[in-house]
């Protein structure tokens, strides 16, 4: 890996540039174009979003206009509601813009940009009731029904796809934040080798700033290139066309000298980020607290409690059993299938003791998809498991059925775990249930995934289901776990339908 000095004498005199041909070739005093493509694009984003929600707005007036009152109502009657549908789509921009639904904080990752929505979404309704009331308006209640939840709701689905085609490229290296990384080596190399793991969130890392550069013989394999030291972060940032620094926990760089290096970047619209050693902790868990000039960050415990948990486990029980009911001809056909294709005959559901929350056993039903002998051949298959953990995963089971592989690709063995829910043995999102022996060897950190139900599906098959590390894995659970929220377990959902639909990482 190259190493780029930029200090006051050359580092070794096998260093790939050196100090005169560097300082040569910047100059501080013009601007660095990054952060404004960055904002370019960003921007093109956002206006992207407000025309889209322009015309959501639009259409659902519309269509409640239409739905409530017909095309053949009476006109008289109909003109204060035609007025209403032309006024509706600006007040809904209004709405989100005073939600900050457009802020680019809160856009491309995590669920603030829906949260923000739906609380557009409520704060229109409740502004509408309060103006009918106020002024005696005898606004119909069923205009305000459709056209309010059908805004918030396209607009939700509209955002995902906007942001899912944003990822998208992303993956293919588009678009992506050019970040200089600034810290300890070590902390700069394994923050390179997670950001390259994981492309959804849209930074790049093109080089990096160490306390003191190395020789190129004593660079750790794997780390980006290095461009200067600590005092040299600007001219680094000018010299890869970087439009993001990310300042990682490190003491030399303290509330003083952050300050400085904020006021060397402001001109050119280059964003710094200081990376807390908080681990995968949400944003709607910490506050700032100042106290006498000292920002203190406030975090908040997890969500484990309280009348959410009460909400989440109505939502489960309704939603399993309209999904039992709206699926049953589906489990009848599979069922059939299952019980009359030759050679693989036997049980229909496969029952298989698992650890729920707390670490209470549970039996977890699951449709069959392996020949009647695949607990007896685990034995001899052990040492081609796929998976680097205690999960036993194999690409190529030679246990699984020519159907079951169907099913478990379309996720359809799943389905009768429908009975665990409503049971109350787990949850529609949440962590996999593990295998008691698979629990058993939990270290401490581990075992924070059984303080929930376990679930149907969650946040690391979402994310790339069976293709993942063990450690990731249990990673995302954690962070699961941690930073749970209602629209979280939404935003899950509807990304299972997009994956079961993709059939990636099913096996």
Wanted: with cysteine; aromatic share 8%.
């Amino acid at each position: 890996m190259d190493v780029v000095s930029t200090s006051g004498m050359a580092q070794d005199e096998d260093s790939s540039i050196t100090t005169t041909a560097v300082l040569g070739q910047l100059n501080l005093d013009l601007p660095n174009p990054a952060g404004l493509v960055r904002s370019e694009w960003e921007v093109r984003y956002v206006t992207l979003l407000v025309f889209a929600d322009l015309l959501i707005g639009m259409v659902a007036a519309g269509a409640a206009l239409v739905l409530r009152f017909g095309l053949t109502a009476d006109e008289t009657y109909n003109r204060h509601y035609l007025w209403l549908t032309f006024a509706l789509p600006p007040a809904w921009l209004l709405t989100l813009a005073l939600n900050r639904a457009y802020e680019v904080r809160y856009l491309f990752l995590g669920t603030d940009e829906y949260e923000r929505l739906f609380r557009a979404g409520i704060a229109l309704t409740a502004a509408l009731a309060v103006l009918s009331f106020t002024f005696d308006l005898r606004l119909a209640r069923g205009y305000v029904v459709i056209a309010v939840p059908l805004a918030t709701f396209t607009g939700a689905c509209v955002r995902y796809i906007v942001r899912h085609r944003l990822h998208r490229k992303w993956a293919q290296g588009k678009q992506l934040r050019r970040v200089i990384l600034v810290g300890h080596e070590q902390s700069v190399y394994q923050t390179s080798q997670q950001l390259a793991r994981e492309r959804y969130h849209g930074l790049g890392v093109v080089g990096a700033c160490l306390p003191k550069v190395p020789l190129d013989r004593d660079v750790l394999p794997g780390l980006p290139p290095v461009y200067g030291s600590f005092d040299e972060v600007a001219y680094a940032v000018q010299l890869a066309e970087a439009d993001t620094v990310i300042v990682l926990s490190c003491p030399e760089l303290d509330g003083s000298a952050l300050r400085r290096l904020a006021w060397k970047l402001e001109r050119d619209d280059i964003d710094m980020m200081v990376a807390s050693a908080l681990v995968d902790v949400t944003g709607d868990r910490t506050t700032i607290r100042p106290a006498e000039g000292l920002p203190l960050l406030h975090i908040e415990h997890a969500r484990l409690k309280g009348v959410s948990r009460v909400l989440k486990v109505i939502f489960d029980m309704s939603a399993a059993l309209l999904g039992f009911v709206a699926l049953l001809p589906v489990l009848l056909t599979v069922a059939l299938l299952i019980k009359t294709t030759p050679g693989a005959r036997g049980p229909v559901i496969f029952r298989q003791v698992r650890t729920g929350k707390d670490g209470r056993p549970f039996v977890m039903y699951k449709f069959r998809t392996m020949y009647r002998d695949a607990e007896a051949r685990l034995a001899e298959l052990r040492a081609s498991n796929d998976c680097d953990g205690t999960l036993f995963k194999m690409r190529n089971d030679p246990r699984v059925t020519p159907l079951g592989r169907w099913l478990r690709k379309l996720s359809l063995d799943e389905m009768p775990q429908l009975i665990n829910v409503l049971n109350g043995d787990m949850s529609l999102v949440g962590p996999r249930p593990p295998l008691p022996r698979e629990a058993a060897e939990y270290p401490f950190d581990m075992r924070r995934r059984l303080v929930v139900k376990p679930g149907l599906t969650g946040l690391w098959q979402v994310s790339g289901r069976s293709d993942l590390s063990w450690e990731e894995s249990i990673r995302l659970d954690l962070r699961y776990v941690d930073n749970w929220s209602f629209t979280m377990d939404l935003a899950i959902l509807a990304r299972t339908m997009f994956v079961v639909w993709r059939r990636a990482g099913a096996y």
